[in-house]
T-cell receptor
Framework: GAGVSQSPRYKVAKRGQDVALRCDPI?????LFWYQQALGQGPEFLTY????????KSGLPSDRFFAERPEGSVSTLKIQRTQQEDSAVYLC???????????FGSGTRLTVV | AQKITQTQPGMFVQEKEAVTLDCTYD???????LFWYKQPSSGEMIFLIY??????QNATEGRYSLNFQKARKSANLVISASQLGDSAMYFC??????????FGKGTRLSVIA
């Protein structure tokens, strides 16, 4: 597609609920990144894929967070048993190569109540 | 580890005036890239300008220019002829080799008519 597409745009989850956030990167982009952005802060790195391989997941805050990209294109970020501190905007970005600039999606705003 | 410091939480500028947004960085890698992104209230991260550590000249893109001072580890963004549509959050970021982009906390720019 023309840009990075994320869905849903907004998600409200009750505490303890599982959520799945989808990212559809630019066609042909090898690298895909997930970031978490708390209100008033800069984006914080969560995890990175090169094609279907998850090369770095050092930023995932807990084992409740899980990401996959099974066919090297669409990626899903799953959060199990959501907690209030998970409330944030989740940004997905893709890039031709790691060293190049990233193209970001519009993000998913998750609110845990 | 790489780090970005943006010391200005908020800045005001009169329409049509120029403004400088500060960014200092820390890295031990000899080769790295510096990026500036704009984030309007809609939430999308918009790429503005890139500077490579070995680039001899300061990067420019339209009204945006990057004042790169390698010895001082600074990469300030200069916006000339500010417009009302420039009001947004601005983030400085760095990456190198196989490391993902690391962002600063951002500066909120408000353009006054």
């Amino acid at each position: 597609g023309a840009g990075v597409s994320q869905s849903p745009r907004y998600k409200v989850a009750k505490r303890g609920q599982d959520v799945a956030l989808r990212c559809d990167p630019i066609s042909g982009h090898v690298s895909l990144f997930w970031y978490q952005q708390a209100l008033g802060q800069g984006p914080e790195f969560l995890t990175y894929f090169q094609n279907e391989a998850q090369l770095d997941k050092s930023g995932l805050p807990s084992d409740r967070f899980f990401a996959e990209r099974p066919e090297g294109s669409v990626s899903t970020l799953k959060i199990q048993r959501t907690q209030q501190e998970d409330s944030a905007v989740y940004l997905c970005a893709s890039s031709l190569l790691q060293a190049y600039g990233y193209t970001f999606g519009s993000g998913t705003r998750l609110t845990v109540v | 580890a790489q780090k970005i410091t943006q010391t200005q939480p908020g800045m005001f500028v009169q329409e049509k005036e120029a403004v400088t947004l500060d960014c200092t960085y820390d890295t031990s890698d000899p080769s790295y890239g510096l990026f500036w992104y704009k984030q309007p209230s809609s939430g999308e991260m918009i790429f503005l300008i890139y500077q490579g550590s070995y680039d001899q000249q300061n990067a420019t893109e339209g009204r945006y220019s990057l004042n790169f001072q390698k010895a001082r580890k600074s990469a300030n963004l200069v916006i000339s002829a500010s417009q009302l549509g420039d009001s947004a959050m601005y983030f400085c970021a760095i990456n190198s080799g196989n490391t993902p982009l690391v962002f600063g906390k951002g500066t909120r720019l408000s353009v006054i008519a």
